[in-house]
């Protein structure tokens, strides 16, 4: 597999498969679209990014295989189906619930690396699972989480930007942080546990912290830390 760049408008009507183990396959381009089958199987891997490209038809993540939705801040929509079944789907560029459209997922993991915006709720169950947080960052949304599900903190990272968290927010895995910006409210008496050793917590842009929430450090060598720029 290689880099597949198209300058112009492509669109695919019929199937594009990625099935070598270990291999990628990249498709990048200003407002490609697929209307037929994009399918990523036996542990190979996908990146579909570009300048506003868009689903109209199946992407699919079969078991094994990783599948990635935009990167750096290129926006995308989906009006077709995203259907993953015991595969990694990573969440990147710009994008709202609403332009992501139908996902069907089946096991798996799903990756936040991008950037989640225009999105009133961001609600987890056991239908939905939970996304690890890696690096991406939530905009403007109230968070909740149930059934055991929710956004999981990572090593990697994540901001959370004028958010609402409605339910419990854990740090628990060793070295996880986040950054909180701008605002955060705590509702629902949610709380930002810091459970995990080593785990910590960056404030940027001086946030005001309101809600009848609290953040808990509750590890050996968590911290919160104020953002400073040098």
């Known amino acids: 597999y290689g880099d597949y760049q198209t300058g112009s408008t492509v669109i695919n009507d019929g199937e594009i498969r990625a099935s070598v183990p270990g291999q990628t396959l990249t498709v990048r381009g200003n407002s490609w679209q697929n209307n037929g089958l994009l399918e990523v199987e036996r542990g190979a ?6 300048s506003a490209w868009s689903n109209q038809g199946t992407l699919s993540a079969m078991a094994s295989s990783t599948l990635t939705l935009g990167q750096s801040t290129t926006a995308w929509s989906n009006t077709g ?4 079944t015991e595969a990694t789907v990573n969440l990147g560029g710009t994008f709202s619930l609403s332009a992501a459209g139908s996902f069907m997922r089946s096991g798996g993991a799903v ?6 915006i225009n999105t009133p709720t961001l609600a987890f169950d056991s239908n939905t699972g939970s996304w690890n947080f890696v690096g991406g960052t939530v905009v403007g949304a109230t968070i909740q ?4 599900h ?6 990697s990272g994540g901001t959370l930007d004028d958010v609402t968290l409605a339910s419990d927010f854990a740090l628990s895995t060793s070295s996880a942080y986040v950054t909180i910006m701008d ?9 930002v546990l810091l459970t995990g050793a080593s785990t910590y917590t960056y404030f940027r842009n001086s946030p005001l912290i309101s809600g009848n929430g609290e953040i808990v450090l509750a590890a050996t060598n968590s911290t919160l830390y104020p953002w400073t720029t040098n």
């Open 150 to 155: 929710g956004l999981v903190a990572t090593s």
């Open 111 to 116: 990756n936040l690396t991008g950037t989640l």
């Open 183 to 191: 605002s955060l409210m705590l509702t629902n008496g949610a709380r």
């Open 145 to 148: 989480g149930a059934d055991g």
């Open 45 to 50: 891997m996908a990146v579909l990014t570009g």
């Open 81 to 84: 189906s995203i259907v993953s």
